[in-house]
């Protein structure tokens, strides 16, 4: 994986040494997304950057990569894993290539085939080609949005950059919120809306669409959309066709030139993918690293609830023990949180998760010093539907984002001034509405298996993208790339259409991958529930949050409380009530930090409020 970062601009001339320093200070500041190598490529109005992280072809594959002529150039992050069968089309088409990287194939691939290259691409992907033939700019990303790609179009130029940190380093772009990035941080923190960049001007390349820049303007265009048609096949061929789609995709990821290994939970997610990423290690005479996470005395810390239905680590090392892996328990402090909190908001630019980015980004660290590359169970519970809101009778009668259900949001904390001029209320129902109208729909499809048609595209396009931005932050803050198997797009494609009664047959959350794994597993962990990524049990924790929220409290200038009711947080802190949450699943502390992290967010990067 790497980071890459570029600059187009049709009145300056960008090679003048103040614009070649701006360049390279963007490109220095993805260096934790690659950290083996650098480069820059500059022409007078337009300026590519590169951080890579070497994982396929290690000597070559520099980038940026420029045709022949020197008049296309790519700057790419991610991988493609049908890269093998697109590099013999095209050399069959008479393209002769010098690399064996699938850097390479992407660029040849614009060379035969142009935009339409993407809608050929299996992978997790994030790219820009600078066509000086046609004086335009593409970037496109991926179907569901693994890997980010930001941009800030102003008149007459663009900045773009796989984190918001690389626009935010060209002295053209402020830190700045308006009303619109306010509602997202406060309204819609679990379901952001797709483009949205938090920061005023900034933008994301939404999944499966593509950006072009000309001279004439900037404009977006869809490649990809989950395709709604009658599903035909039954119960068992169902289940065997997801089996063979897993098998196919985990093999397809495990393509590496570096060490390899994979996330293990214990839960059937992540369990599923590893035990067919050993058998292909196996196959291959290998033999697979898996990791889980845990935290001292982890069993006396765990509390049960509604999102954490048991703890991980028997049920990890019971995975590891039935596949025979090479199995390293990653063990975090809890008392590590505050010391990392910097850490994780310069990795994520934006307020977060607090403790729960914390212990993933030092999962991450860890596994770092074994793999450079973790296949991970993410985005099953999407797919499947394994979320609680799936099957909650009244989450799915809830006349918007199904995880709100019942819920106070960040917004509850807004001033009133404030509340009145952003109209947080509005502002989500707005946004659910227009998610709503972008559903695909199956003809004559009514009633239960219509709205979770409904409720499955806003779980992969509202919900997901939360998930899959704090993956991609906090791995690539290590320097380790994540490949998540589940988000594979043939595989989305089919289970999309699959009708509940299959999906969830026999009362069963993901019964459909339970069924096409169960042979794979231990059948306690193939009928395991879900359970979440275990929390901070510290019971030293939530009383440290109260005492610095008690001091946030007293800063007089503390500049969260612009936005916030200080009176009102005021009242809650005393009456010993949380603090509405950023998350969906309940916490008694989720609230406090998020209120901590908008004020150090806020004063990190010296946003101004418009």
């Not at 992907?125 to 046609?134: K, M, S």
């Not at 765990?302 to 199995?327: K, Y």
């Amino acid at each position: 994986m790497c980071g890459i970062t570029g600059w187009i601009d049709t009145e300056r001339d960008l090679t003048t040494p103040e614009h070649h320093t701006s360049a390279q200070a963007m490109t220095a500041t993805m260096a934790c997304r690659g950290p083996d190598d650098s480069g820059l490529w500059c022409s007078p109005h337009a300026i590519l950057g590169h951080r890579r992280l070497s994982i396929i072809d290690l000597d070559g594959g520099r980038q940026p990569m420029a045709a022949d002529a020197n008049d296309v150039v790519l700057t790419y992050s991610g991988e493609i894993y049908n890269f093998t069968e697109l590099r013999a089309e095209l050399a069959a088409r008479g393209h002769r290539f010098h690399t064996r990287s699938d850097t390479e194939v992407v660029l040849r691939g614009y060379l035969e085939w142009g935009p339409e290259l993407a809608a050929r691409l299996n992978g997790m992907y994030a790219f820009a080609i600078w066509d000086a033939r046609t004086r335009e700019l593409l970037l496109i990303r991926d179907r569901l949005g693994i890997k980010p790609l930001y941009y800030h179009p102003y008149p007459g130029g663009l900045l773009f950059g796989s984190e918001p940190k690389a626009i935010l380093a060209n002295p053209l772009f402020e830190a700045a919120l308006d009303d619109s990035g306010i509602a997202e941080l406060f309204a819609l923190p679990t379901a952001p809306t797709p483009g949205h960049g938090i920061f005023a001007g900034l933008r994301q390349v939404r999944a499966g669409h593509l950006v072009r820049a000309t001279e004439r303007g900037v404009t977006e265009t869809a490649y990809w959309h989950p395709p709604a048609h009658p599903h035909t096949d039954d119960p068992e061929t169902t289940a065997a066709h997801v089996r063979e789609l897993l098998r196919d995709t985990v093999a397809r990821q495990l393509v590496a030139d570096v060490p390899l290994g994979s996330l293990l939970s214990g839960g059937v997610d992540s369990s599923a993918v590893s035990a067919l990423a050993a058998a292909e290690s196996a196959r291959a005479g290998g033999k697979l690293d898996t990791y889980s996470v845990d935290f001292p005395d982890g069993e006396r810390g765990f509390r049960r609830t509604a999102w954490h239905d048991s703890r991980d680590e028997p049920f990890a090392r019971a995975v590891a023990d039935h596949l025979g892996t090479n199995h390293t328990t990653i063990v975090v402090d809890p008392g590590d949180v505050r010391r990392y909190e910097e850490t994780v908001l310069r990795a994520r630019d934006l307020p977060g998760w607090g403790e729960m980015d914390v212990s993933l980004y030092l999962l991450f660290e860890r596994v770092r010093r074994h793999s450079t590359v973790a296949l991970s169970g993410e985005s099953a519970d999407e797919v499947f539907g394994g979320y609680p809101y799936f099957r909650d009778p009244a989450a799915l009668a809830h006349d918007g984002f199904p995880w709100l259900y019942g819920r106070e949001t960040p917004a509850a904390l807004l001033r009133p001034e404030v509340s009145a001029r952003v109209r947080p209320q509005e502002y989500a129902r707005s946004r659910y509405e227009e998610a709503l109208a972008q559903v695909p729909r199956l003809p004559g499809e009514r009633g239960r298996d219509a709205r979770v048609r409904e409720v499955s595209y806003l779980a992969l396009t509202r919900w997901l993208p939360a998930l899959l931005d704090r993956k991609d932050r906090m791995s690539m803050a290590t320097g380790l790339e994540v490949r998540v198997p589940f988000c594979d797009h043939r595989l989305v494609e089919y289970v999309w259409n699959v009708p509940w009664a299959v999906r969830f047959a026999d009362g069963e959350e993901k019964h459909l991958l339970r069924r096409a794994v169960a042979d794979l597993l231990p059948d306690r962990v193939v009928h395991r529930r879900k359970s979440a990524f275990p929390a901070n049990p510290d019971p030293g924790y939530p009383q440290a949050l109260r005492t610095r929220v008690a001091d946030l409290l007293a800063d007089p200038v503390a500049p969260v409380f612009e936005l916030v009711d200080r009176a009102a947080v005021t009242a809650l802190v005393d009456a010993g009530r949380p603090l509405p949450s950023p998350r969906a699943a309940s916490s008694a502390t989720a609230g406090l930090g998020y209120l901590l992290g908008v004020d150090a967010w806020l004063r990190a990067y010296r946003v101004r409020i418009r």
